[in-house]
């Protein structure tokens, strides 16, 4: 475990084996304050915690006020170049900053920022993306670079601009080292925790589609924080941004390091199966995860439904309710006790309406 400096960024403190917080981005114009609060709505009701939207402009800045009323969760302005977008944004009340000091112009401009930051107790996020490190846009094409040589040349630029920060006394800084790259990704953030106490926000850039994104993030997420670097995530899809949190959650769930939702245990079906263990498992996840209460409720579950009673009972019985299929009906267990037998088509409500009734 890497020890790390602790960075309050609303109610939450990241670093120093505090949970890892979920983040996600929208992708709405941030000038449209109805559609960007609306989609921040939806976003807590996935599970979100800490939100960021992109202040390309001034009316954008000035629109954060607005926005912040109407949302519950901490809000991040991702700003570049403009520093006087991030001092219109820390004016609007916004919980974070991201924007790297080395690419706002005069050291003034810096100092401006940081006292700003500093009296509304605002956190600053370096963020160093690899597509667009100084150093490698100075060498393209000159040069090949390895895995090795990108994630140094990441740090030293991550490093160089907290420097900055640090010089100016300012500690609340959360630094991200992102790549679309599995490997300079890893490398970057283990090369940085090493070097630095900073608090990291940890994700890959351009992840990709659901599925190959889910992969990617998950494995390069996963390494991260099983040795844990990683203070707040995000996994970046091209999906639906709930989607985005959900997976984030799952990755977190497979670590043992939170939980949100049930644990969800299917079979993968085979030729012994009756029943209908697919449609079973898509029907329940889409009631659970489109019911925030029910969500609520069914965390730290374990509800198992398997498709026959060769392999499916001793998982079933694991589970806190949990089904072994049989033919076109299944075997019912609760807490381990065998209870009844169950027709298909009541397993979907049965179901729900045990987590309903579930008192912890
Ligand atoms: S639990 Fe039964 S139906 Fe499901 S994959 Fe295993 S053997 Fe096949």
Redesign the pocket.
């Known amino acids: 475990m890497y020890k790390t400096r602790e960075v309050k960024v609303g109610p939450y403190i990241l670093g120093s084996g505090h949970p890892v917080r979920v983040q996600s981005m929208c992708n709405t114009d941030t000038r449209n304050v109805q559609a960007t609060a609306a989609q921040i709505n939806l976003l807590e009701d996935a599970g979100c915690e800490i939100n960021r939207v992109a202040v390309p402009d001034m009316q954008a800045a000035q629109a954060i006020g607005e926005i912040k009323k109407r949302i519950h969760s901490p809000l991040v302005a991702d700003i570049h170049f403009d520093y006087k977008l991030a001092l219109e944004a820390i004016k609007q009340g916004v919980d974070k900053v991201r924007i790297n000091p080395g690419n706002i112009g005069a050291v003034e401009n810096t100092k401006e920022v940081v006292k700003a930051a500093k009296d509304a107790g605002v956190a600053i996020r370096i963020g160093v993306n690899a597509g667009s490190v100084k150093y490698l846009k100075s060498v393209q094409g000159k040069m090949d670079l390895s895995d090795e040589k990108w994630a140094e040349v990441m740090v030293n630029e991550a490093l160089e601009q907290a420097n900055i920060l640090e010089q100016l006394n300012f500690k609340d800084v959360v630094v991200s080292l992102k790549s679309d790259n599995f490997k300079r990704t890893v490398l970057a953030n283990e090369l940085f925790a090493k070097q630095s106490d900073i608090p990291l926000h940890i994700g890959l850039t351009e992840a990709g589609s659901f599925l190959s994104g889910t992969v990617k993030s998950a494995v390069a997420l996963g390494t991260l924080l099983q040795k844990g670097i990683g203070a707040t995530i995000r996994v970046s899809l091209t999906e639906d941004p709930r989607m985005q949190v959900r997976t984030a959650y799952e990755i977190l769930k497979a670590l043992g390091l939170r939980e949100y939702g049930p644990n969800l245990i299917s ?4 030729g ?2 009756q029943v209908d ?1 697919t449609g079973t498992v898509h029907a329940l996840e889409e009631r659970i995860y489109s019911d925030k209460a029910l969500l609520q409720k069914a965390t730290g579950l374990k509800i198992a439904v ?3 009673v ?3 009972p001793g998982e079933a019985r694991d589970a806190d309710f949990g089904i072994a ?1 049989g033919k076109g009906e299944g075997l019912y267990f609760e807490h381990g006790q065998t209870m009844f037998k169950l027709p298909q088509e009541k397993w979907v409500d049965f179901l729900i309406q045990k987590i309903k009734d579930w008192k912890k």
Do not use: I, L, Q, Y
């Open positions: 079979c993968p079906t085979c012994r199966t263990v398997m498709g026959c060769v392999n499916g299929g």
